[in-house]
């Protein structure tokens, strides 16, 4: 039986506006957190609400400060990525704007040039509009961020895994450098989550994650994160809520949902992915359908061992890249994808094909293209946990579909366009 609430006195708005907001004392653990939407909190007494706003006691005060589904999140994720704290915003570019801008001081950031296309497009405006300064070199190997740091460099911006080159960045080496110079790195883990990697443990200052993708898992929410020593994540904390980039409650619900998954996800994902990485380096060596494929997992690539250990052995992510002839191609396999939705994101339960150069990574011109590991006939593909026989043989549609469009020629290419190249 449900536990009995006493009946509070007043008039009928009143009792409407008091009655809703009683709450019966569980003693039992629910097994799902609980979405808590409140946006405000009440107190005892009004000098309480002064001492939350100015951090000399823990509670709750304001959503756009504090929210218990979130400190809930902030919890599980900071455990998962060996961190002492963790945040949540609103986006994952929130997350990375607001880690590197409490980091940067008044130094120089430096960023690789293989880039996620929205994170470029985050640095270009913050160059433009806010006076950062702002240099790019490629960056995976301690050898290149010597070549590229200079004693201006404050902090250091690299992905685990290039978006989507799929070149492995050595963690371990540069975390190490950074210390050595007394530079801050941040690292984008979100083609890996913290199932494959955890940057942390490697010596990074901080990990962003965009939770849209693995930790979410499902396609249903958009979410940020970042994880690192306490003191980082209480300055985090401040530019978060006073910038306005806070996570709501059922948005930290649903990430919660998903990190529950995460594991057995990535896990089925990563197999998939091998699959179709194989298939297409098998069409590669058969024919001139394939140029280049791109994944971690397989033996020729660059980084192969040091994925394998960066990962310690759990597989090698869920995302692929490949090049086909020409654009048209690239165009004509997409289209012709029955199982592989068309679609922008990856990490979620869903296989998404894209063409990077005129979607993900539009705002890149063609030589930041070129630095970016990508050409005109590159196909991303982001795996999802589908069966396994479903997927290749929408590979092999595609690429039938691919075949019949370079025969067709000329491929008839559109160039570029003058927005598409400066955005």
Not at 362 to 389: M, N
Request: hydrophobic letters at 45%; one cysteine or more; charged letters at 20%.
């Amino acid at each position: 039986m449900e536990p009995s609430l006493s009946r509070l006195p007043g008039g009928f708005s009143t009792r409407a506006v008091r009655g809703a907001t009683q709450l019966p004392a569980v003693t039992e653990h629910p097994v799902s957190a609980p979405i808590w939407l409140s946006s405000t909190w009440g107190v005892a007494r009004s000098e309480e609400l002064g001492e939350l706003l100015t951090d000399r006691r823990d509670g709750y005060v304001y959503g756009r400060y504090d929210n218990p589904t979130a400190t809930t999140l902030h919890t599980v994720i900071a455990s998962l990525h060996e961190a002492e704290a963790a945040w949540s915003l609103a986006s994952g570019t929130a997350a990375l704007h607001a880690t590197l801008d409490v980091l940067r001081g008044s130094g120089r950031v430096l960023a690789t040039s293989m880039l996620y296309g929205g994170t470029w497009a985050l640095l270009r405006r913050l160059e433009r509009d806010a006076g950062w300064r702002i240099d790019h070199a490629p960056i995976a190997t301690v050898d290149d961020l010597d070549a590229a740091l200079t004693p201006e460099h404050t902090v250091v911006h690299v992905e685990t895994v290039a978006n989507p080159a799929t070149v492995v960045t050595d963690l371990p080496a540069i975390a190490a450098r950074c210390r050595e110079r007394g530079v801050e790195l941040v690292v984008d883990n979100t083609f890996a989550s913290p199932y494959l990697c955890r940057p942390v443990a490697h010596g990074a200052t901080a990990v962003v994650e965009s939770a849209t993708k693995f930790l979410g898992g499902h396609g249903d929410v958009v979410a940020g994160v970042v994880a690192g020593d306490r003191t980082l994540i209480e300055r985090v904390r401040t530019h978060t809520f006073e910038l306005g980039a806070s996570l709501g409650a059922f948005e930290a619900w649903l990430v919660l949902r998903g990190v529950q998954t995460l594991a057995l996800r990535v896990r089925a994902a990563t197999a998939n992915a091998d699959a179709c990485a194989h298939a297409l380096a098998t069409a590669a060596t058969s024919s001139s359908d394939v140029e280049v494929v791109r994944y971690p997992g397989l033996v020729d690539h660059p980084q192969h061992a040091l994925a394998t250990r960066l990962f310690d052995g759990r597989g090698y992510g869920a995302q692929l890249a490949f090049d086909l002839p020409s654009r048209a191609a690239a165009a004509a396999f997409a289209d012709a994808c029955e199982v592989f939705v068309r679609a922008s994101s990856l990490g979620g339960t869903h296989s998404l094909v894209l063409h990077p150069a005129s979607t993900s990574h539009r705002q890149l011109d063609e030589q930041a293209l070129e630095a970016a590991g990508l050409g005109p006939g590159t196909v991303r593909l982001s795996i999802g946990i589908e069966d396994e026989a479903d997927l290749l043989a929408d590979i092999d549609r595609g690429l039938s579909a691919a075949r019949r469009a370079v025969a067709a020629g000329p491929e008839g290419d559109a160039p570029r366009t003058a927005e598409e190249s400066t955005r």
